[in-house]
Antibody, heavy 122, light 113 residues
Framework: EVQLLESGGGLVQPGGSLRLSCAAS????????MSWVRRAPGKGLEWVAT????????YYADSVEGRFTISRDNSKSTLSLQMNSLRAEDTAVYYC???????????????WGQGNLVTVSS | DIVMTQSPDSLAVSLGERATIHCKSS????????????LAWYQQKPGQPPKLLIY???TRESGIPDRFSGSGSGTDFTLTISSLQAEDVAVYYC?????????FGGGTKVEIK
């Protein structure tokens, strides 16, 4: 059974940093691209970042480029999102999500974590 | 960026009746080399993560009831729930994966009339 267990959310002040983690199990982690998608309060879904299965390729939304860094440790089946220079508009529930297509980079998502709330406020 | 526009924003449908949600992309998401539309649909219930319903515009994900169907090509797509059940109350999103940035529609809230 595929499982994605997120951790690391919480309250942070504007300009601060936070690191999200997602522990994966139930599939060959290194064979699939992984992504972060967020949903701000009262808003829709927004793609944040994707990393290829090997970790060689990364992709970011313009809204987080230069501030957020997606990474993965295939030996530990773990996905991470390092978030720096956080802003109020980054407040959202953050989901890690698995690509359905093996070997691809930018696809659709067949499994999602339960979500982790990040609140940026003073 | 490809902008995904969903309509309506919300709709109320009687139990057992048909619900139809539209999604329009600002440019075609049909890849001519493989004739595939790079379009997916998700369902999100309160307090839960999104759930994949449909990919390649019309392929139902494993385990999804056949009352859910997707259609369309190019820039215009439709998600149809043929006979609405109480458990279908949710927000529905379309997503294009034709190009980066991956983009979602704004969502359509489906309720019971």
């Amino acid at each position: 059974e595929v499982q994605l267990l997120e951790s690391g959310g919480g309250l942070v002040q504007p300009g601060g940093s936070l690191r999200l983690s997602c522990a994966a199990s139930g599939f060959t982690f290194s064979n699939y691209a992984m992504s972060w998608v967020r949903r701000a309060p009262g808003k829709g879904l927004e793609w944040v970042a994707t990393i290829s299965g090997s970790g060689d390729n990364t992709y970011y939304a313009d809204s987080v480029e230069g501030r957020f860094t997606i990474s993965r440790d295939n030996s530990k089946s773990t996905l991470s999102l390092q978030m720096n220079s956080l802003r109020a508009e980054d407040t959202a529930v953050y989901y890690c999500a698995k690509d359905q297509e093996e070997g691809g980079d930018l696809n659709y998502f067949d499994y999602w974590g339960q979500g982790n709330l990040v609140t940026v406020s003073s | 960026d490809i902008v995904m526009t969903q309509s309506p924003d919300s709709l109320a449908v009687s139990l057992g009746e048909r619900a139809t949600i539209h999604c329009k992309s600002s440019q075609s998401v049909l890849y001519s080399s493989n004739n595939k539309n790079y379009l997916a649909w998700y369902q999100q219930k309160p307090g839960q993560p999104p759930k994949l319903l449909i990919y390649w515009a019309s392929t139902r994900e494993s385990g999804i009831p056949d009352r859910f169907s997707g259609s369309g090509s190019g820039t215009d797509f439709t998600l149809t729930i043929s006979s609405l059940q109480a458990e279908d109350v949710a927000v529905y999103y379309c997503q294009q994966y034709y190009s980066t940035p991956l983009t979602f529609g704004g969502g359509t809230k489906v309720e019971i009339k």
